[in-house]
């Protein structure tokens, strides 16, 4: 065999022979005698190699150029727009959302392409050899498309229409339109651009039965916040997936939109880890029945800007923790007896060594609607999960009597039941042996060895009886 059959025998490119012979050849006539055709097509070989990639994970931004293999989802609509100068025509652009079994890309078809593309000449479903050039575009990473060819022998197992469930979002996805349920909503931020515009974001976290996310809605859009609540099912409809502190979230731009459906079959069930198996420094989600809930403290950041913090203390069939929620959380109003979810909480030394969850910005606070369950984490038995099979058995803490306004066990007569392990915060109007702590209708005894100032508001928590308090904690 000749030069060039034997560098093409141990090329693996998809390209025939005859057009890697006529590559061939333009190089040598391109370097003007510099080079043999031996030289030459180790150059086309070494070309048709170095930037193909393996999959559509292994695409990156700052590749001059790449060739990969994808399947095309959805098509959308095309654009023109004008070109500087006075004699140029205008430009035409086409996007398409493609993917193979490990990510989702955004491609960017342009003028002859884009309109062949919108004519009909590719459809939903059609595999494509790509190349192009990556780069980062405004809904996340897309790719430049020089060449486009159809490639009916590769099969890629993605579906159109994947990424309808929340579970199915990936990375770098544009034109999505996935359903959930609202789990909690943010008030609206403004913030200055940097020429000096002001902007607008609002946050919408959404779950259904495969998992949740963030939806972030900006300027005009940003209002929509306020007109979906918690419970209510929604549909957002072109939104575009992108990642913020390794979590994917949908952003929901000027073309974008989140509206309410009726009858939706949509349900959230979240999983959640037992109280008394999460660890320090774990982020996790945890579920269970408020016990008590303190009042909303302010305090002086470094900054000199006013934060604040509000402690509630829920309880699941496993045990009990307090959780700090922070900033805008502290606003929520969650009364004793309402059945919780609290996502992305962060486990942190809490007061006496106790751990407590943090509910920051990332975190989510859920109140389920009545019957609603939790479903068990996937580590838990369902042997283990109490109540019901196959539930936290959280209705059952719930449905325990009830509480009263301090988070105290009460029989049906309305008294406290004397052995009960309690929380309760007042003003200190007493101190030495025995402390007296007032809440502004009732007087209690607290037999603690904790030094306390006259006039300071405390909260304990401990067993009561008969009036008094012994002391487990005091905070």
Not at 348 to 369: F, I, K, M, R
Not at 409 to 421: C, H, K, M, N
Request: charged share 35%.
């Amino acid at each position: 065999m000749g030069a060039i059959e034997d560098v093409y025998a141990d090329l693996d490119a998809d390209i025939c022979e005859a057009e890697f012979r006529e590559a061939v050849e333009e190089k040598v006539e391109q370097m003007g005698g510099l080079a043999d055709e031996e030289t030459a097509a180790m150059l086309i070989a070494h070309e048709l190699t170095e930037n193909e990639v393996e999959t559509v994970s292994d695409i990156e931004a700052g590749m001059e150029e790449v060739q990969f293999v994808a399947k095309a989802l959805s098509i959308g609509e095309l654009r023109t727009f004008e070109r500087d100068g006075e004699d140029t025509e205008d430009g035409r652009v086409i996007n398409v959302e493609a993917a193979d079994e490990t990510g989702t890309v955004r491609l960017a078809f342009w003028d002859q392409e884009a309109t062949a593309i919108d004519d009909g000449a590719l459809e939903v479903g059609d595999v494509l050899r790509i190349q192009g050039r990556p780069q980062d575009g405004y809904n996340g990473l897309e790719v430049s498309v020089d060449k486009a060819e159809p490639d009916e022998a590769v099969t890629i197992d993605v579906e159109p229409g994947g990424g309808e469930t929340i579970d199915a979002l990936s990375l770098g996805q544009s034109s999505v339109t996935v359903r959930g349920v609202v789990l909690d909503t943010e008030p609206i931020r403004t913030f200055e651009r940097d020429d000096g515009s002001e902007g607008q974001v609002a946050n919408v976290a959404i779950g259904d039965e495969t998992g949740r996310v963030r939806v972030t809605l900006w300027d005009e859009q940003a209002d929509r916040a306020t007109a979906v609540e918690s419970g209510e099912a929604v549909e957002v409809v072109d939104g575009y997936v992108r990642e913020r502190d390794g979590d994917l979230e949908v952003h929901l731009g000027e073309e974008g939109a989140i509206e309410t459906i009726a009858d939706a079959d949509v349900e959230y069930a979240p999983e959640t880890t037992p109280i008394d198996d999460v660890q320090r420094d774990e982020t996790v989600d945890i579920g269970g029945v408020v016990r008590s809930t303190d009042p909303t403290r302010t305090f002086d950041r470094d900054d000199g800007s006013e934060g604040q913090v509000k402690n509630i203390r829920i309880q699941d069939d496993s045990g009990d923790i307090r959780v700090a929620l922070w900033g805008e959380k502290a606003d929520r109003d969650l009364a004793p007896g309402e059945e919780v979810v609290c996502a992305d909480v962060e486990i942190q030394d809490g007061y006496q060594d106790d751990l407590e969850a943090s509910a920051g910005w990332q975190s989510t606070v859920v109140v389920l609607e009545d019957g609603a369950s939790m479903a068990p984490s996937a580590d838990q038995g369902e042997s283990d999960a109490g109540g019901e099979e196959g539930h936290t058995g959280l209705s059952e803490f719930a449905d325990e009597g009830t509480n009263d306004e301090n988070g105290s066990s009460v029989d049906e007569s309305g008294e406290q039941r004397d052995g009960e392990t309690v929380e309760f915060t007042g003003t200190v109007v007493q101190t030495g042996d025995p402390v007296i702590i007032d809440d502004g209708e009732e007087t209690v005894s607290v037999e603690t060895g904790e030094s306390v100032r006259l006039g300071e508001e405390v909260t304990v928590r401990g067993q009561r009886h008969e009036g008094r308090i012994d002391v487990e904690e005091l905070f």
